[in-house]
């Protein structure tokens, strides 16, 4: 039997809470688990049975397995195209002819008339499916896989040619089942002029359309063995994301992300090979997948077959680094660093760290009267906390992608177990700020009563929290300067990264050499007090922020976790300022501050502990329906974007997170106007949407694409085959309609 | 007070964003011809196994998922039984591992273990419990069932496949290369082994 995680979860929440919950809670809590319970019950009917051996579809567990015809009659002696066809339940999974990490490639075995034979089966190219640390190559939904047959010269006019054939193939959610079932079908012969047969020429149409075309001519492709990886360079490269998929297993590491560089025409994708091997890697077989199609045709797969030579025999030109996509000319090194400090600068000002730097701000307010060379300390302690943050960061984010991750900047908010720590940290100093306890964290207690010499640690902690929480807003200039950077030597993107906080500390460093300024600020007085309660409340505005992201990353069991995490913490933080001050006897103080930090640590215990494991949940808004204003955004993948190229179809990609307030800003601002929303359907664009919220390693590899390595990011395909545009971070109604404009022009 | 307070804060923000290095994946395989990474599992008695303990002799890892079709396959036709009595009778260790996590397909508790372990008619040296994956990304194990052989000395001699005919239909053992009965008879020979890694095939391990 299988059980839901978190149903676990919840169970564990419930006994944790119970010693202290109230009996109505513990009924209403009852209740909940027994919901969830009946709704695992539900979710876990098995289905279908397997078929015997007619025409016709068969229906087998997930899957419905038929062979369909892309002709309404054969011609003796003349080549058709038969398909098999698997009809797959939702999020269940065929494979591709290598299956990648597990799995099988499914199989035909026919059985024909004399004189009539199949060829092999023909692979449209697949999607990666991750499984856990594992990817796969498959199809959900429907996929058609076409067979060429060549019936005998000797039919007759009036004949019926019977081919059957039985397939084997495994579906797999993440549970496997193998299927076999014997198929038939049964096509009259007619020397009638050849005919498609209608019912199924969609489904061909589409397997077609994603076929690999052979030939060198589309996409002249090179393979460079570099140390421990091999890349393939594409010249002619059309711009955007690149996949391959290797046809042989063992030699690629399939769940290793590709990374792609443009530069000047000519696309890198640099694949690791795989651990397990010993011997190089001779030669590279598989399909290239290029969402804008590759050669005058465009393309949307290619197949490759090319020897892997040294790098040392390759031409000399390897050593260009490779940054921005086709449409973004590469930064010079000195431009990214000074648009890293511009994008310090600006943290200061966007949203999610506005509350922590007023704290700095009251800081300075109480610091007027302080001697010249203390300010000076303080604003150096400030912005090593803001150095010392960002160097953390930059290592860990550099270090994973040295490992192999696929991650892009604002990645921790990626990972609920930080967005929850993080809603904890706000959560109490928002309390701390309202006066609820004032011991505790030095931030606050800077603001209040520090005796004159004392603090410096504070100054720190300050810097440390306030880029902790500025992280996910990824002001304007941060995301060129940062995909910039991580496309560099550890040395000179960590370069990068110091700029970055250099940037963001730079204010309070020159206020504090020079104290000038500083008698400009008011001078500190009741208002003070009035003002630091005050600003809790953009604290906490953060923290309702903070909950969406998580419901969205995670479900509704972890808000109801997080929730009841914040109620233990609210209790804990009571039970600290009640009974555990100064006013109290030692005894008393003692036992209130260990229950105290029990509970503390029980809340966060509940909150980590409902925390859902479906981190694929995530949408950051609507999508796959009309938004809030009226947009009809698609969810966005590299197939869906080539097939919309292709079909020569103007598309604008947002590529957004819950947790960007950026995105969501531009999002509210522009596409809520009705000029832009009619703008996009006069003019039949094509709205993609890219969800960044939770970890997607394709959408890591297209902004990389782009040399971003963080959202927003904006993109507008025109309907012919120049360069996509790439709009401002920060858009306005102005900037977009002027985008839209152009691709008006570009049909005329 | 201040002072500690605000440094606490500062090293808690600090650690708690050097922690994102948390979501792991596969780590780095174990590679054939290098030593084997060492391990210590608890095995479905309840007794700590450690890899350390069977310097010596050679050991066969072998992951486990009884529910998967391919590992049915293998049990269903007698041919993994057969294969452990063999090579048991031979001195060689055999550890069936299960990385399946909690709440995933192929975890159960220990009893319910050894009772598949006997309905089986199976007799691996111990069954090894592994739910939080450490030791199956230490090995890069992918697939149930994925083989290793490991030699006296705790070098990796052989990982991947069980044999060279990826199906789930039993039919297909008679014909099929056994690698990993190859691969052990070489070694205990002292022989080379002709083919020492594989492409594994199976479900995928429920990390």
Known sequence: MRTDPSQQGGSRAGRGLARRASRGTIVGIVTILALLAALAAAAAVPAGATGAATAGPVAAEHVT????????????????????????????????????DSGLAPTLRWQLPEGTSAGELQWPYPQRIAVGPLVNYGYEGEVVLPVEVAPAATLRDGDTLRLAARADWLVCKEDCIPGRADLALELPVSGAPAARDWRSAGAFDEARAKLPRSGSTTAPVEAVREDGRVELRISDAPPGE???????????????????????????????????????????????????????????????????????????????????????????????????????????????????????????????????????????????????????????????????????????????????????????????????????????????????????????????????????????????????????????????????????????????????????????????????????????????????????????????????????????????????????????????????????????????????????????????????????????????????????????????????????????????????????????????????????????????SFGRSGVPLYVLYGRDDAAPRILPSVLTRGVVLEALAQVDRGRG | MMQKNGWTLAAGVLGLLAMLALPGRAGAAAVVGQPAPPFTLTDT??????????????VVLEWINHECPFVKKHYGSGNMQKLQKKYLDQGVVWLSVSSSAPGKQGNYPPAKWNELTAAAKASPTAVLLDPDGTVGRAYGAKTTPHMYVIDRQGTLIYAGGIDDKPSTDPDDIPGAKSYVDLALTEAIAGQPIAVASSTPYGCSVKY
């Not at chain 1, 309404?72 to 290598?98: C, I, M, Q």
């Not at chain 2, 008695?45 to 050679?58: R, V």
Request: proline share 5%; charged share 15%.
């Open chain 1, 65 to 100: 397995v038929e062979l369909v015809p892309d002709v309404t009659h054969v011609r003796p002696g003349e080549s058709f195209v038969v398909g098999l066809r698997f009809a797959l339940e939702k999020d269940w999974h065929v494979y591709w002819a290598n299956p990648g």
């Open chain 1, 242 to 704: 690149i996949t391959f998929f290797p046809l042989d297993a063992d030699h690629v590491e399939n769940a290793a992300p590709q990374r792609l560089t443009h530069d000047r025409g000519t696309a890198t994708l640099a694949l690791v090979t795989s651990q397990q091997r010993r011997e190089p890697v001779e030669r590279l077989r598989g399909t290239l997948v290029a969402e804008a199609g590759f050669g005058p045709q465009k393309a949307p797969a290619v197949a490759i077959d090319v020897a892997v030579h040294d790098a040392a025999a390759a031409p000399a030109e390897a050593g260009a680094v490779a940054v921005g996509a086709a449409a973004e000319a590469p930064l010079s090194p000195w431009l990214a660093l000074g648009f890293a400090v511009l994008g310090g600068l600006l943290l200061n000002v966007m949203p999610c760290v506005f509350p922590v730097l007023s704290i700095k701000v009251l800081d300075f307010v109480r610091r007027a009267g302080d001697s010249a060379a203390r300010l000076r300390l303080h604003g150096l302690a400030y912005a090593a906390g803001v150095l010392l943050s960002f160097w953390v960061l930059a290592g860990v984010l550099l270090a994973l992608r040295a490992g192999g991750e696929s991650l892009g900047w604002g990645f921790q908010l990626q990972s609920p177990v930080f967005v929850v720590a993080m809603i904890f940290l706000l959560f109490a100093l928002a309390a701390s700020l309202l006066g609820v306890f004032d011991v505790g964290l030095g931030v606050t207690a800077l603001a209040g009563r520090v005796p004159q010499g004392d603090g410096l640690a504070g100054s720190f902690a300050t810097g440390v929290l306030a880029t902790a929480v500025a992280t996910p807003c990824t002001a304007p200039f941060m995301g060129p300067a940062l995909g910039y950077a991580l496309t560099l030597p550890a040395a000179s993107a960590l370069a990068v990264f110091t700029a970055l906080g250099a940037g963001m500390a730079l204010p309070y460093v020159v206020l504090c050499f020079v104290p000038g300024l500083l008698r400009l600020l008011p001078r500190p007085g009741a208002w003070l007090e009035t003002f630091k309660q005050a600003m809790a409340f953009p604290l906490l505005a953060t923290v309702v922020w903070l909950v969406w992201v998580l419901g969205l990353q995670a479900g509704v069991d972890a808000i109801l976790g997080v929730l009841i995490g914040l109620l233990l913490l609210a209790l804990a933080l009571w039970v600290r300022a009640r009974f555990g001050t100064l006013a109290q006897p030692q005894a008393k103080r003692r036992v209130a501050l260990a229950a105290s930090l029990v509970l503390s640590l029980a809340g966060l215990a509940t909150a980590l502990a409902l925390r859902d494991a479906r981190e694929d949940v995530a949408t950051a808004t609507a999508v796959g329906e009309h938004d809030l204003y009226g947009n009809a955004w698609r969810p966005w993948s590299a197939a869906t974007l080539a097939e919309l190229r292709a079909a020569g179809s103007p598309v604008f990609v947002d590529f957004t997170a819950a947790w960007c307030l950026t995105c969501k800003v531009n999002e509210h601002v522009v596409f809520s106007s009705p000029e832009v929303r009619d703008a996009f359907a006069e003019r039949g664009i094509a709205l993609l949407r890219a969800d960044w919220t939770s970890r997607d390693d394709e959408i890591t590899r297209a902004l990389a």
């Open chain 2, 45 to 58: 008695s309840g007794k700590q196994q450690s890899l350390a303990d069977f310097q010596g002799k050679f």
